[in-house]
């Protein structure tokens, strides 16, 4: 009778540890789908949140304006130059 269940134990632990090593298998397999699903419902998620922004976001959103200078013109910042008059 015992080694009956010593059997049960030992074929039971031989299932577990197979289907432990086919989730790890799959799951590095397919880790590249895995991401790029995650990725798309976490920007879904973001996205659905944030709602109507009035037309902001998206391609409505100026890339590179010439209005509005990405470096500053004057090379001291707005700051007083020492020995100058304010």
Same mark, same amino acid.
């Given at each position: 009778?015992?080694?009956k269940?010593?059997?049960?134990i030992?074929l039971s632990?031989g299932l577990?540890?197979a289907?432990v090593v086919?989730s790890g298998?799959y799951?590095?397999?397919n880790?590249?789908?895995?991401?790029?699903?995650?990725?798309?419902?976490?920007?879904?998620?973001?996205m659905g =949140?944030?709602g109507d #922004? @009035?037309?902001?976001?998206g391609? !409505?959103?100026?890339?590179?304006?010439d209005?509005?200078?990405?470096?500053p =013109?004057?090379?001291? #910042? @707005?700051l007083p130059v020492?020995? !100058?008059?304010?």
């Amino acid at each position: 009778m015992c080694q009956k269940i010593v059997n049960v134990i030992a074929l039971s632990s031989g299932l577990v540890s197979a289907a432990v090593v086919a989730s790890g298998v799959y799951v590095y397999v397919n880790r590249d789908a895995i991401v790029d699903n995650i990725k798309s419902q976490a920007i879904e998620s973001v996205m659905g =949140s944030m709602g109507d #922004l @009035g037309g902001l976001g998206g391609d !409505s959103l100026p890339i590179g304006n010439d209005s509005v200078p990405s470096t500053p =013109s004057s090379s001291n #910042l @707005g700051l007083p130059v020492p020995g !100058s008059a304010f």
